[in-house]
């Protein structure tokens, strides 16, 4: 079963704009993560938050939790055609330390 | 260094058989976790080796099943395939430093027809 549920589902954008998505989950994190998908390849690891943060930037990247909303949101400024992929994000559970991913995000971006 | 690497990268199976998957993770990475990802399902952690103990277990049946070798090289296995099974396995690992960050191969691509 899957932990984190994104939205929106699907997002399609022009070059240059910024795109927001968020996460919710439902049990108590030590940690939650964003990863990028590029059609049916394998994850690379975009960023990582610990429960006791609530803002993180890397590069084009911010990623904001939420703890008391049980939930993340990832921004992706001034996109580019490269960043057409799926983004999940994936928590790593307090209890059991085990990652679990949600349904994910799939960003169109248009030239 | 290199990346983590599966082989094969692709598979076609019939229902009935078993199969195995390689995953060769990351130089020093010890811990290697295998994931399902289905059109349906998404994403679903499989289990997690550390110095060839299994240490973190998903809520899969017992016909998939994994181990790992002194050389942290990990292989699963699933056997009496069945069409559900039909998915792309992913393999990650981890570095002793930095356990949450996952490093992911490029998967390999199990049809069953």
């Known amino acids: 079963s899957q932990q984190g549920e994104e939205d929106p589902q699907a997002l399609s954008i022009q070059e240059g704009e910024n795109a927001t998505m968020n996460c919710s989950y439902k049990t108590s994190i030590n940690n939650l993560q964003w990863y990028r998908q590029n059609s049916g390849r394998g994850l690379v690891h975009l960023i990582l938050?610990?429960?006791?943060?609530r803002e993180k930037h890397s590069g084009r990247l911010r990623v904001t939790l939420d703890t008391s909303k049980k939930s993340s949101s990832l921004l992706i400024t001034a996109s580019r055609a490269a960043d057409t992929a799926s983004y999940f994000c994936a928590t790593v559970s307090s209890n059991d330390y085990k990652l679990s991913f949600g349904a994910g995000t799939t960003v169109t971006v248009r030239a | 260094k290199a990346g983590v690497t599966q082989t094969p990268r692709y598979l076609i199976k019939t229902r009935g058989q078993q199969v195995t998957l390689s995953c060769s993770p990351i130089s020093g990475h010890r811990s290697v976790s295998w994931y399902q990802q289905t059109p349906g399902q998404g994403l679903q952690f499989l289990f997690e080796y550390f110095s060839e103990t299994q240490r973190n277990k998903g809520n899969f049946p017992g016909r998939f099943s994994g181990r790992q070798f002194s050389n942290s090289r990990s292989e699963m296995n699933v056997s009496t395939l069945e069409l559900g099974d039909s998915a792309l396995y992913l393999c990650?690992?981890?570095?002793?430093?930095?356990?949450?960050?996952?490093?992911f191969g490029p998967g390999t691509r199990l049809t069953v027809l």
């Open positions: 938050i610990r429960s006791n943060e």
């Open positions: 990650a690992s981890s570095s002793p430093t930095s356990t949450d960050t996952q490093y």
